[in-house]
């Protein structure tokens, strides 16, 4: 099973029949994989030239150019919004990409941060979790051996 399928299969309830967003995608494995069993996904990224290959073949992928501090969808627009091995490159846009990634989520939905790069634990230690606590945002927190995993509730 790749890393990502693990990822998947942890947060299936959040990703299975649900309308996802990926922020700050990159490459667009995540959403290749969340499209297998999510009803329709959505990715952005500021540029579209790491894309894989394979999101052409996925029917219920779209890939908008986009910033994710500043995005076209209307409120209340997702079940779930998963930012994938991308923290560490918003690290300077922390709370304008939380604040409008839950614009962006249904009420009751959920925010993931999810990460196995040592850059965005730091930045997940060092700057999320702070500004959650500030904020007063719901959250939990959790760890295994690959990724950690940051869950923001709306
Ligand atoms: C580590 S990379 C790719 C992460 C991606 N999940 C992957 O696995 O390929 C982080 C991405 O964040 C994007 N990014 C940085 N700032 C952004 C912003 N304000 N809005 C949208 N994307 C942004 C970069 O263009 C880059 O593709």
């Known amino acids: ?3 990502i399928s693990k990822v ?19 490459r667009a494995e995540f959403s ?9 996904v959505y990715c952005v990224d500021l540029v579209d030239f790491r894309l ?7 029917k219920n992928l779209t890939f908008e150019l986009m ?5 076209k969808y209307g409120e209340q627009t997702f079940d779930t919004v998963v930012m994938y091995n991308a923290i560490g490159h918003l690290d ?14 249904k009420a009751g939905g959920r925010l993931y941060i999810i990460s196995s790069f040592k850059m965005d634990k730091n930045v997940i230690e060092d700057k999320v979790i702070p500004y ?20 923001i509730e709306k």
């Open 1 to 3: 099973m790749s890393q």
């Open 8 to 26: 998947l299969e942890k947060i299936k309830e959040d990703i299975a029949g649900k309308k996802v967003l990926e922020a700050a995608c990159g």
């Open 32 to 40: 290749v994989y969340a499209s297998k069993t999510a009803q329709e």
């Open 52 to 58: 894989i290959e394979e999101i052409k073949e996925c």
């Open 67 to 71: 910033d994710v501090t500043d995005m």
């Open 92 to 105: 300077t846009v922390i709370s304008e990409a939380i604040t409008e990634s839950k614009r962006v989520l």
């Open 132 to 151: 959650l606590q500030e904020s007063g945002e719901k959250y939990t927190v959790e760890a295994d051996k690959t990724y950690t995993y940051v869950q």
